[in-house]
């Protein structure tokens, strides 16, 4: 009989003590012949570290690592892409739970289909263990086949929810997506990409348990940025404002996806203006609320940007600039364009002092 393909398991977790152990044994579980193992301990400080060891000891085939900092889940995802030589990977969260035959089923899909990238499974939210508190609704499962602009289009229109994030990706299709960028809905971004290069399939049986379902999307948000990623107050002077739109920061991060993908120049430019309407089309009530509450706080925002000076200044505008940019591009009716002109007079000033003092 011929070998199977490996799949390379990578799951990372962070003080998931009560949880890792299910996780983990869902994973040993799997009826595919050929998978590896690794636990990423993502610095936690609640014993999660010895439940992994313990592991590590009775079943030798399993790496353990731990990390010297929380890197967080974009960083944990990215690792697992570029880490390992298995032709197939898997991202595996310490929360979630799989099927048995999880894996089997997807890699059925992905050898029947050699241009597939992806393969995932309905999904079930749970509690504690056994506790089935429903199912996700089948459309929310993806089927990106056709042309890459028409894979993409279906990525944009109907992702919702984690259960089409958590599969099994073929690593040559991944090799060409571009780094996670720490944007509010890396994961949308990231499977948009994903689709210009191959194929996202699906199984239809609910083989994939998440547990408690999703978090908030401002939750999400703030921790996909740069510095959460670092431990950094998201109030701090320095730190970025695209957090507070999360859904306009979602839509807006797939034009600079596009604009830097593996596409000839016009194929780019036809997807980055094919986003502001696909977005529209979905949460336009929502992203219209974000931008009037960013509005809202604006006068606040720019008196603190006044009230300060030099590098710090020009900084705070700027990244204040960035959040308004991805506004006036997604929901262009809510009218920020005096704030806008008001942070490139305060960006300027600060030029104008660099060039004083030279």
């Not at 060409?176 to 194929?199: C, F, K, N, Q």
């Amino acid at each position: 009989m011929a070998s199977r393909p490996t799949v390379d398991v990578n799951l990372f977790v962070y003080n998931g003590v009560a949880t890792v152990g299910a996780a983990i044994d869902s994973v040993l579980a799997q009826t595919w012949p050929a998978v590896t193992i690794t636990l990423i301990d993502d610095c936690s400080t609640d014993g999660t570290f010895a439940v992994l060891q313990n592991y590590a000891r009775r079943h030798p085939a399993i790496r353990l690592k731990r990390n010297r900092c929380n890197g967080g889940a974009i960083a944990n995802f990215q690792r697992a892409f570029w880490a390992g030589d298995s032709d197939f990977v898997m991202p595996k969260s310490g929360d979630d739970r799989i099927a048995p035959d999880f894996i089997e089923r997807l890699m059925d899909v992905l050898l029947a289909h050699p241009d597939c990238a992806m393969a995932h499974a309905a999904g079930l939210v749970f509690r504690d263990e056994n506790e089935v508190q429903g199912a996700y609704p089948p459309e929310h499962l993806l089927l990106a086949v056709g042309e890459p602009s028409a894979r993409a289009r279906h990525v944009m229109t109907r992702y919702t929810s984690s259960p089409s994030f958590w599969g099994v990706y073929r690593r040559a299709a991944v090799d060409r997506v571009s780094p996670i960028r720490y944007r509010a809905g890396w994961d949308h971004v990231l499977l948009a990409e994903l689709a210009l290069y191959g194929e996202i399939r699906h199984v239809r049986e609910p083989l994939y348990w998440r547990r408690d379902g999703g978090k908030p999307v401002l939750h999400l948000a703030r921790a996909a940025t740069a510095q959460a990623h670092t431990g950094l107050d998201l109030e701090d002077p320095l730190a970025e404002q695209r957090w507070r739109t999360p859904l306009i920061t979602t839509a807006y991060a797939h034009l600079e996806m596009f604009a830097e993908s593996r596409l000839p120049g016009s194929e780019r430019l036809a997807m980055m203006q094919a986003v502001p309407g696909i977005f529209r089309g979905r949460w336009l009530p929502w992203m219209q609320q974000e931008a009037a509450s960013l509005g809202a706080k604006l006068p606040a925002m720019l008196e603190r940007i006044r009230a300060s000076e030099g590098v710090l200044r020009g900084w705070m505008a700027r990244t204040l600039a960035e959040t308004l940019q991805g506004a006036a591009a997604i929901v262009p009716e809510v009218n920020l364009a005096a704030s806008m002109f008001e942070l490139t007079v305060l960006a300027a000033s600060v030029e104008q002092q660099h060039e004083a003092v030279a």
